[in-house]
């Protein structure tokens, strides 16, 4: 009940008037009022006896057999009575059948629920199964030792990546998911200037491009982020660095589709000979180079010029005109690649050392894994790398980014500058092994330093025992959920490859249990009512209606993983089914669909001792005419 004591209240329907919109109530705040304008008093409506249903949470996708299975109860804290657990195996004539029942283990209180745990690692035999506890009863997931091999993380490299694509048009056999975009990139931001969405060109453009002129060579590679179409530099940078890492870990010669970068082209489900993760690190790379290019510097970010564009919702080729800029044109004068239509995107720059450092990284990442099949684009990669690491900056700043920097450069280079670099902060790695270990880790041995290696390994034991306890009574799903904003998805899909690297490294010290924690908890054994999996498209029950660039529609990109559950302060974990709460559904680029794509090849990996097998890469069939069966 919302009552109020200083006018009329008014209740709006805003969805006649935006896309995003939906009921508002308000008040008008009278003439000359500077204080008490608006005095409203809100009651809630309490059912008294209420209590809330309980929900379990399980894997929407399952489990391997060799993994430990832990259903999750959640439950109303007045909750007292002790039912058991049921885990029911769905047989393949119809039915099902109860395969094992037992009381839960009490965990605790978590935010304003109470929960408790059923241990059932001890069924391993494959099938499809559900977990009961009363008249709940979970989506059915499957036991296999394949769970993670097919239908999990190829939506990734299949969908999302390739619909993300900017300057390309992305065809799925009949379908368009947008045409070719943003080909009249970008013009040279105002200075002084505080644009929207987080952008600001200080007094300098920090090039030789005066503000309004055009920089060339930044029309090409780049990922819209996500729901969003501009092209924010960690995020290109940060989505090279952990394809190319999944690429190097999981041998990923999978090929599903066709990349065309000089037609601007991209086909879905259709397979053209090449690696689809290569493939997309150089369309990520591309853009990165870009700006190197033209700029001699990294950029800060390409973003739309005006409100307008930045909100429309479709075909992001229809944002701009694709032609460059020409303020001599009239604004209905056109050529070629001229108009006089001041559309185009502004691309800006900044001092900031830690993006400085991302980039750097996924130029050295990158260098490594295209030398191959790109060896020209190999070197320039390298070589900016490099250029850009000696640029003048204090490496006083951003020292966990440039240790993840000299990391990639002494393993793609050898170069002893890089060696040298680490091995000068062996006090501070040691100090901040929990922030930056994970990075050095993967590379101690090869630094040939036995003290620091043995004084590393002692330090990541210290801190896995600390965050074990922490774990065990922060929460009782088993990874560190503190959201701010957005839902902890992101950052818990972070810190499970993390935990991946880690346990590459000092497997006897670090186990494998808070990365695959971190994976069923994006698969749906999360906090909240909703127990979707963020994976769009993946499991059971998945997040079908996101904040994507499609969002408009209602629907979803297959492969895309949502920011998940938000806190609602002080404890109400909320997950709601509306596309247009970007705290919630909102997709991103700089690892989120990656990294989870990571965590499930690494889950297959450890949990069955080795990578899958990939099919082998062969040139598709000559090229003909698709014929309407």
Sequence with gaps: LIE?????????????????GWFVVRSLVAAGAT?????????????????????????????????????????????????????????????????????????????????????????EQPGMYQVAFRDTVSQPFRIAPDVYQRGVWQPVLEYFLPVQM???????????????????????????????????????TLTKYAPGETVPSLDRGGWHDAGDADLRIESQADEVSILASAYESFHLDYDDTCIDEHERRTRIHVPDGKADALQQVEHGILTILGGYRSMGRVYRGIQEATLEQYVLLGDPSNATDNLHFNPSMKADQRSGTESGKPDDRW???????????????????????????????????????????????????????????????????????????????????????????????PIATSLHDDAFTRDLREAVRRDFSAMEKKQS?????????????????????????????????????????????????????????????????????????AYGFNRADSTYIPGGVASGTALIRPDFPE?????????????????????????????????NGHSQAFPPLTPPPANQPYRKP
């Design 4 to 20: 109020s004591k200083t006018g009329d209240l008014q209740l709006l329907d805003a969805r006649s008037k935006r896309n995003n």
């Design 35 to 123: 204080k008490g304008a608006i005095d409203w008093v809100i009651t809630p409506h309490a059912i008294p006896g209420w209590k809330y249903q309980p929900v379990v949470h399980v894997s929407q996708i399952g489990y391997h057999p060799a993994q430990k299975k832990l259903a999750i109860v959640e439950l109303d804290r007045d909750d007292t009575s002790a039912d058991p657990v049921r885990v029911l195996r769905i047989e393949p004539t119809g039915g099902t059948r109860e395969v094992l029942s037992a009381r839960p283990t009490p965990w605790g209180d978590f935010l304003r629920y109470k929960y408790t745990q059923l241990d059932f690692s001890r069924i």
């Design 166 to 204: 900017c300057h390309m048009r992305v065809e799925q056999q009949y379908r368009v998911w947008h045409g070719a975009c943003h080909l009249d990139d970008a013009r040279m931001s105002p200075t002084n200037h505080n644009h929207f969405d987080g952008y600001a060109q200080g007094p300098s």
């Design 347 to 441: 691309v800006f720059t900044e001092q900031n050392p830690s993006r400085e450092y991302k980039a750097i990284a996924a130029l050295a990442a990158a260098g490594r894994v295209l030398k191959a099949t790109s060896p020209e684009l190999a070197r320039e990669c390298i070589a900016a790398a490099e250029a850009l690491w000696r640029a003048d900056r204090d490496p006083k700043t951003a020292v966990d980014g440039r240790m993840v920097a000299a990391a990639q450069l002494w393993k793609t280079t050898g170069g002893e500058t890089y060696r040298k670099e680490i091995l000068d902060a062996r006090a501070y790695i040691v100090a901040n092994s929990s922030k930056i270990a994970w990075a050095i880790a």
């Design 473 to 545: 009574t922060d929460s009782p799903f088993g990874v560190p959920y503190t959201p701010y904003i957005w839902g902890a998805g992101w950052d818990i899909q972070k810190f499970g490859v993390q935990q991946f690297y880690l346990h590459q490294a000092f497997p006897d010290i670090v186990t494998a249990d808070y990365m695959l924690n971190a994976l069923n908890f994006i698969l749906g054994v999360h906090p909240g009512s909703n127990t979707a999996s963020f994976a769009s498209g993946i499991g059971s029950r998945s997040t079908t209606i």
């Design 575 to 607: 997950l709601k089914e509306f596309g247009f709460l970007w705290q919630q559904m909102e997709y991103v680029l700089g690892g989120g669909s990656s990294n989870f794509m990571f965590l499930t090849l690494a889950a297959d990996q450890v949990l």
